[in-house]
């Protein structure tokens, strides 16, 4: 692990400052990157930041690194580790794809996929209603 950012990011957070909860989020997600083959990974860490709001500096620190083009993977625990809020998660997270970011979770292989079915059913929807919200008419 190291402090300066290396392309593959891990992300954790808790809502609720919990240091023990904290060490068994960041373990699980460390270890599953090493699985992954990714060895050399950078740690960002919100420990008692909600997710309403995107103003968390382990985030912030986070979008300044992808910004800079300094990573390409992000991985999580789950789509709430990002926010809680689907719609500001989802505009979000099709900025970071429209930069080249991919995501992983700590899952097993059929979990991954139905994670990335649902991440791409909800990038539809999102879609959707953005073309609604702009009065577009037709497919998305």
Request: with cysteine; glycine share 8%.
């Amino acid at each position: 692990m190291t402090s300066n950012p290396t392309g593959v990011a891990v992300y954790c957070r808790l809502a609720q400052k919990d240091d023990e909860r904290m060490e068994v989020q960041k373990e699980r997600l460390l270890r599953y990157a090493l699985e992954q083959g990714y060895d050399d990974v950078t740690l960002y860490v919100d420990n008692g930041a909600s997710g309403l709001n995107f103003d968390r500096p382990g985030f912030l620190q986070m979008n300044k690194d992808i910004d800079a083009g300094l990573i390409h993977v992000i991985i999580i625990q789950s789509l709430d580790r990002i926010g809680r809020n689907m719609v500001a998660t989802m505009q979000w997270i099709n900025k970071a794809a429209d930069k080249g970011i991919s995501f992983k979770m700590s899952l097993d292989s059929k979990e991954q996929e139905l994670f990335n079915a649902s991440l791409d059913f909800f990038n539809q929807c999102y879609n959707l209603i953005e073309a609604m919200a702009l009065g577009k008419k037709g497919g998305v």
